[in-house]
């Protein structure tokens, strides 16, 4: 069952296009993750939090990288990291439109 995992930390760094630029390569790394199947990448600067939303085919998927993720941004001297993960309910979701196809 394909699961959405939301990840968000404190982020005093930079947003937008100069984000962009520094993370391009950790973006396309994400994508050759064990069940990764898509990220929107979120950032809130007023806030100055940062983050994504995932979709996963299984949880145990997730699980993994979330661990290894959150293992990453604490070695990268982020802390409080957020992590949840939700089971998709496929029938409402395309009913909303929900970019959930499997």
Do not use: C
């Not at 995932?54 to 145990?60: E, Q, W």
Request: charged share 25%; proline share 3%.
């Amino acid at each position: 069952m394909a699961v959405i995992m939301y990840v968000d930390f404190p982020h005093a760094g930079v947003f937008g296009e100069e984000m962009a630029k520094q993370m391009t390569d950790l973006a396309k790394s994400i994508n050759n993750e064990p069940g990764m199947i898509w990220k929107i990448w979120t950032q809130n600067e007023a806030d100055k939090t940062a983050g994504g939303v995932y979709l996963f085919d299984t949880r145990a998927n997730a699980e993994k990288y979330l661990a290894m993720h959150s293992n990453r941004l604490s070695q990268w001297g982020y802390s409080d990291i957020r992590g949840r993960i939700f089971e998709v309910n496929k029938t409402l979701s395309e009913i909303n439109k929900g970019p959930v196809g499997l």
